[in-house]
């Protein structure tokens, strides 16, 4: 069963991100369509896959993470504005029948990510 799936890591405290807010938006030429709002849990995941089946479709998605309020409630000290408020990756699905694993790796200056599958 081909699914997207997303784990969110913070590097400045060497734990899973929990409680950082996500949406996936599919994008069409003008329009951003949104497909799922969430929370990441205890091991830095959403709790179900973003896309699975049928919902798997070929195409152009934005994950955008809330990683500014994140740092915010963990009372880290931020400028304003922020430096980095909400990561938005923009992703190609080329294969629908395939797994797509997307990590983040962030900080509060900092991120990075790697397609996983």
Known sequence: MAKLTTQIIDSSRGKPAAGVALELYRLHEDRRELLIRGLTGKDGRNHSALLSESGMQAGQYELDFHVGDYFATLGVSLSEPRFLDVISLRIGIADANS???????VSPYGYSMVRGG
Do not use: G
């Not at 797994?99 to 790796?105: A, N, R, S």
């Open 99 to 105: 797994d797509l694993h997307v990590p983040l790796l």
